[in-house]
């Protein structure tokens, strides 16, 4: 009897010595994974400062435009952006539009500004406008209240993509508060906040199921509709408030006795697209049109990048991470084709 009631302890006392030691190792595993790569280092550690103040690493609310870019970089949208003109002998260039402008590091006003200090005597300071999300409204506003006393010379707007979303929602409205809402943070439990505090690997579980929420999570209202996102076409009313929002920015723009330039969206070469990605190609491809008549009626230059990369393809291999987004590649091929439009309408001041 004694020898039974022995075996009944020790086996949930090794299977409770084995769970431990497996923690044990997951977790040494993901602090030495973590100490090896500095950028997933640096994103861990966002993430826990977080989970510990409850402020997104990267986004936060904001009162007018529904939220913005928390950034330390100082040409780009955010808490450190600058707070006056540019100084006498520089040359500020304002670049506006969603992910495929905010980009990173290497996105393509970054580029744009390396490429052309060579080709100027002037200070050249490129703006990153961007943010991640942000449709034709949410930039207009921020030109409005942020950008416009900056007093950029020249204004990029590079949009498309984004203004396909308030489309997939039902009940539309042409100033989209059918499908934005006021900042909803996502919430973690007080339990998730101690955990990610303690535990690297529980913190990489946490961080990546918090990575497949997107922005919208946070600031749409419910979710598209089933039957509108399942089509290949919308209706073609609810793309006019995109061709009004850059009409007024166009003019916003001219008012400040700056000058404009208009960009077209690239896709992904139709070979590449998914099942899923008629819609966004076919809707992209309504919106570039629109830039296109825009930039006739209005007289304001336009670079057509979708154009361009769709007519060299093979230049854009490996230029693309998805229908829309685009790799460092990508990145550069953009900011070439505005510094050679910049450089063919004479817009670049000062040439060496």
């Not at 825009?294 to 361009?308: F, G, K, N, R, T």
């Not at 229908?323 to 000062?350: F, S």
Request: with cysteine; hydrophobic share 35%.
């Amino acid at each position: 009897m004694a020898t039974k009631a022995h075996r009944r302890l020790v086996r949930p006392r090794n299977l409770l010595i084995l769970a431990v030691v497996s923690l044990a190792i997951v977790e040494t595993a993901a602090r030495v994974l973590e100490h090896m790569d500095v950028e997933l280092a640096r994103r861990m550690d966002s993430f826990r400062s977080y989970a510990e103040s409850g402020a997104h690493p990267l986004y936060g609310p904001h009162p007018y435009t529904g939220y913005g870019r928390w950034t330390e970089d100082p040409n780009a949208f955010g808490k450190h952006h600058p707070t006056g003109p540019a100084a006498e002998n520089q040359w500020r260039i304002a670049c506006l539009g969603g992910s495929t402008t905010e980009g990173g590091p290497t996105a393509y006003p970054a580029q744009l500004e390396a490429q052309l200090k060579p080709l100027t005597s002037r200070a050249v300071q490129v703006l990153n406008c961007g943010v991640s999300g942000w449709t034709s409204a949410e930039t207009l506003v921020n030109y409005q209240l942020n950008i416009q006393h900056l007093e950029p010379q020249l204004v990029i707007v590079h949009h498309a993509a984004n203004d396909l979303r308030p489309r997939l929602f039902a009940g539309f409205r042409s100033d989209y508060t059918h499908y934005r809402r006021p900042w909803r943070d996502s919430g973690l439990s007080p339990v998730d906040r101690f955990l990610i505090g303690a535990s690297r690997a529980y913190a990489r579980l946490r961080f990546a199921s918090q990575r497949r929420r997107t922005i919208g999570n946070w600031v749409s209202e419910h979710s598209v509709d089933p039957e509108l996102a399942a089509s290949t076409l919308l209706n073609p009313q609810t793309s006019l408030p995109f061709r009004r929002n850059l009409r007024s920015l166009i003019l916003s723009v001219r008012a400040r006795g700056a000058e404009c330039l208009l960009t077209t969206m690239p896709v992904q070469p139709k070979s590449k697209l998914g099942p899923g990605d008629q819609l966004n190609y076919n809707v992209i491809a309504e919106h570039n049109q629109h830039i296109r008549e825009l930039s006739a009626e209005c007289d304001v230059p336009l670079v057509d990048m979708a154009q361009w990369f769709e007519s060299n393809s093979e230049a854009c291999r490996g230029a693309f991470i998805d229908t829309v987004h685009t790799t460092k590649l990508g990145h550069q091929l953009k900011a070439n084709l505005i510094a050679r439009k910049l450089a063919k309408l004479g817009k670049i001041p000062q040439p060496k």
